[in-house]
C-alpha cells in the first residue's frame, strides 16, 4: 500500500539578485476532519506534467524579502505533521515540536534572533513530476489509496520492511540555499524521515526519499548538476543510496552503525555503472563515537567532497548516533553534531557557495535530539557550542579505536583517498 505523507524539498537560489526562486513541498492527504482536502487538490497536475515549483518574490508578500534574505545565517522551516502518529511508536509526533521548543528556549529562532534566523512558512504544492524523479509513478498513484485506508480505519501500516504506518495528515518540508557571497544555510525540520524509502516504496518509517527529490529537484530547476548528499544518520540510507546507485552526478556518501537497520550500506558497495565510485559507505563498528567522526571528516569526507566538486552539498542529518539514543548504539555526542554541522558548512562555503541544506532524518530521544539541533544552529551561525552543558562524559566509554581505524583505511583505499 503507498502512503498519504510526502514531502520534497525545492531550493532557493538567488536569479541574478532581481528574483528568489522558492518551491517546497509538500502533498497533503485527506484528513479526518471535515475541512478534510484530498491528496489530488494538493497535487497541481497528473503524472505526466511539468510544473515548476518556482514562486516569484514579487507575487507573494508573505515570503520574506530579498534583503531579509540576504541578511540571514539560517534559513529554516518546521512541518511537524502532528496528525501522523501513531502512540509509542519512536517515530512521533513530538520529535519536531521539541526541537522548536528548545530553539526558543536558546533563543535560537527568528522571534528572537532576526534578521539572522529566518523561518520561511508558507509553502507551495510539489508536482507529481518531482515526485516521480525519484519515485516510481505506481507507488504514488497508490497514494489515494491509502488515504482512503487510513481515512477509515485512523492508521495504517504500510507495506515494506520496517513498522512505517501512515495517517491522513500532513508531511510538509522545506530547504533554502542561495548562492550569494555568504548565502544562509538551511535546514528543513521535517517528518517522518526519508533516507530508507526506496524508489518503489517506503520503509522503515520512511515514506518518501526528501533528499533524493530535492537532490534531483535541484539539478533539473536550478541547474545545481553535481550534488553530494552526507547521510550521518546512524542507520544506513539505503534508499538514497539506491535511488542514485548508477548516477555519475550524484555521490552518495554514508556514515552508520555497522549492522544496524537495514543491513545494507556495505563497504564493498560503491556504485554501478557509470556510477561506479560515486556511492561511499563506511560503517563504523559500535561504540565509534566523536573522535571516530572527527577523523572520518577529515580523512574521508573532505577529500571526497573535493574530489567530486560539488554544485550544492545536501545533508541527510540523523541524529540517533547519539549515545542516548535509544535505537543504536554509537557515542557521538551533542559536541559531535556541532562539529559536523559547522565543518559541513564551511565545506560548502569552499567548494559550492555555500550552497548547503540540512534535513532532518532520524533522532528519537527528545532531549539529545533538540539540543543537538540547537547547537547545529549554533555552529551555522558561527557561535561557540553550549554541548558541554548537556553532554556527560559519564556516560561515555573507550572507542574502538582500532577497528575504525581500519574500517577508515579500506573505504580509503577502495575510493583512492
Request: charged residues 20%; glycine residues 8%.
Amino acid at each position: 500500500m503507498g502512503s498519504p505523507v510526502l514531502a520534497i524539498q525545492n531550493l532557493l537560489k538567488w536569479k541574478k539578485y532581481k528574483r528568489l526562486d522558492f518551491g517546497t513541498v509538500f502533498v497533503k492527504g485527506r484528513r479526518l476532519e471535515k475541512h478534510a482536502v484530498s491528496w489530488r487538490e494538493h497535487c497541481t497536475e497528473r503524472i505526466g506534467a511539468s510544473i515548476s515549483c518556482s514562486h516569484s518574490f514579487n507575487k507573494d508578500t508573505n515570503l520574506p524579502s530579498i534583503q531579509e534574505l540576504t541578511n540571514a545565517r539560517v534559513i529554516y522551516s518546521v512541518a511537524p505533521a502532528l496528525g501522523h502518529n501513531q502512540e509509542s511508536h519512536p517515530e512521533s509526533h513530538r520529535r519536531v515540536p521539541a526541537i522548536v521548543s528548545a530553539l526558543e528556549k536558546m533563543e535560537l529562532t527568528s522571534k528572537f534572533r532576526g534578521p539572522e534566523i529566518t523561518e520561511l512558512k508558507n509553502f507551495m504544492p510539489a508536482s507529481v513530476d518531482d515526485i516521480a524523479s525519484v519515485h516510481a509513478k505506481p507507488y504514488i498513484a497508490r497514494l489515494e489509496q491509502a488515504m482512503d485506508q487510513a481515512s477509515e480505519q485512523g492508521i495504517i501500516f504500510i507495506e515494506g520492511t520496517g513498522p512505517t504506518y501512515a495517517t491522513g495528515d500532513t508531511f510538509q518540508g522545506v530547504a533554502a540555499s542561495n548562492n550569494s557571497q555568504n548565502p544562509p544555510t538551511g535546514f528543513a525540520l521535517i517528518r517522518p524521515p526519508g533516507h530508507h524509502a526506496i524508489p518503489k516504496g517506503p520503509m522503515g518509517f520512511c515514506v518518501f526519499g526528501n533528499v533524493a527529490i530535492a537532490a534531483r529537484h535541484a539539478q533539473r530547476v536550478h541547474g545545481l548538476q553535481r550534488v553530494f548528499i552526507v547521510d550521518f544518520d546512524v542507520h544506513h540510507g539505503n534508499g538514497t543510496n539506491d535511488a542514485f546507485y548508477d548516477d555519475p552526478d550524484i555521490f552518495f556518501l554514508s556514515t552508520h552503525q555497522d549492522g544496524s537497520y537495514p543491513g545494507t550500506g556495505k563497504i564493498h558497495e560503491v556504485g554501478h555503472g557509470d556510477g561506479e565510485g560515486t556511492t561511499l559507505n563506511l560503517p563504523l563498528p559500535g561504540g565509534s563515537g566523536d573522535i571516530a567522526m572527527r577523523t572520518v571528516f577529515d580523512e574521508v569526507i573532505v577529500p571526497c567532497a573535493q574530489k567530486f566538486k560539488p554544485d550544492i552539498i545536501l545533508v541527510s542529518a540523523g541524529y540517533d548516533g547519539h549515545v542516548l539514543d535509544p535505537l543504536a548504539s554509537l557515542q557521538f555526542t551533542t559536541g559531535t553534531y556541532y562539529m559536523l554541522a559547522s565543518d559541513i558548512t564551511q565545506l560548502a562555503k569552499d567548494l559550492c557557495g555555500g550552497r548547503c541544506v540540512f534535513f532532518l532524518e532520524g533522532g528519537y530521544n527528545l532531549d539529545s535530539l533538540s539540543y543537538s539541533v540547537a547547537d547545529s544552529f549554533r555552529a551555522f551561525l558561527g557561535e561557540k557550542s553550549l554541548a558541554s552543558e548537556f553532554d556527560n562524559p559519564a556516560f561515555l566509554y573507550e572507542e574502538p579505536s582500532t577497528r575504525v581505524k581500519q574500517a577508515i583505511q579500506r573505504v580509503k583505499h577502495i575510493h583512492c583517498l
